[in-house]
């Protein structure tokens, strides 16, 4: 009969949950470490919010007392279209919010896993919670962390989204972990238009296309940024487009990732002439909607 384990893992696939791993609950040291540098070099820019709670963000049984195991998912997102030539949107955002996707998923199995044994307890973790979600993954084997600090898979690249289950039982753990297989290759460095990869591994946030269309509340975009946008409206995928091992990637079998009414670009003078109706119906349950009206404009205008 199969282990409790593995039937967790057939449940998961079953709710189309393209990759999962088990790893024990202690508290990320190495990684910490990394994160407490990354911050006092000043990389997260106006991001705040990611120097609080510093111990819930590295120990999940801050996070959640009594926990024991984490479980970790990788989702598909690639769906085969192409961008236009401005007002392009990263693909993780073309189709329903990644949020309620994962979670929905997630939300299902820990669903699951309470039915099979009623007295378990979790936690859901899909990036809005202070934890470390592709430092659990390449801790629990689901790939290696990229030169452009994306986690990156051998069977589909890099187009996946991370997602975590914090359990109070012990699971059967993958010992297994994927080696780094960059290797010399500084595609991604070499691609960026903004230099926002300023070593293997790190990314200056305030350099990042990525970050100043999204995060970013400024009401004009940086120098830097405006002069090197080549049409990005919300996002950037440069440096996964080059990435060699995304010539591995494969359609999802997620229909919610597909393109919202067929648009990978949005039209720039149509956003910028946006009501906030418009933009309310346009990008309900969208991970866009990160951006608010104000910052879509703003990086319209810059387009312009």
């Not at 609080?52 to 120990?59: F, M, Q, V």
């Not at 962390?145 to 991370?162: A, R």
Request: with cysteine.
């Amino acid at each position: 009969m199969p282990s409790f384990s593995d039937r967790i893992k057939q449940q998961a696939a079953s709710l189309g949950i393209d990759k999962i791993r088990f790893v024990a609950a202690t508290a990320l040291i190495a990684e910490r470490d990394h994160l407490n540098e990354w911050l006092m070099r000043g990389f997260n820019g106006n991001m705040a919010w990611m120097t609080r709670e510093p111990e819930k963000r590295t120990d999940p049984q801050v996070l959640f007392p009594g926990a024991r195991s984490v479980v970790v998912i990788a989702v598909n997102y690639y769906t085969p279209h192409e961008h236009g030539e401005t007002g392009k949107i990263s693909r993780y955002a073309w189709g329903d919010d990644y949020h309620d996707v994962v979670g929905e998923k997630l939300r299902e199995l820990l669903d699951w896993i309470i039915a099979e044994d009623p007295s378990v307890k979790g936690k859901i973790c899909v990036d809005t919670s202070p934890f470390m979600d592709k430092a659990w993954a390449v801790r629990g084997g689901l790939g290696w962390l990229g030169k452009h600090s994306n986690v990156i898979t051998k069977e589909l690249g890099s187009w996946v989204f991370l997602g975590s289950l914090l359990l109070d039982i012990e699971l059967d753990y993958d010992q297994e972990t994927v080696d780094d297989h960059c290797g010399t290759c500084t595609a991604c460095l070499d691609a960026c238009p903004t230099g926002a990869i300023v070593e293997p591994y790190v990314v200056d946030s305030q350099k990042c296309i990525s970050y100043a269309t999204i995060e970013l509340r400024d009401e004009t975009l940086p120098v830097n940024i405006a002069e090197n946008l080549d049409g990005w409206l919300y996002g950037c995928d440069i440096c996964q487009d080059v990435c060699p091992w995304n010539r591995f990637e494969q359609p999802t079998g997620e229909t919610r990732f597909e393109p919202r009414n067929g648009e990978t670009s949005l039209d720039i003078d149509a956003v910028i002439s946006m009501t906030h109706d418009e933009y309310v119906e346009r990008f309900r349950s969208s991970a866009v909607k990160r951006a608010k009206l104000s910052g879509l404009k703003r990086n319209a205008r810059a387009l312009k």
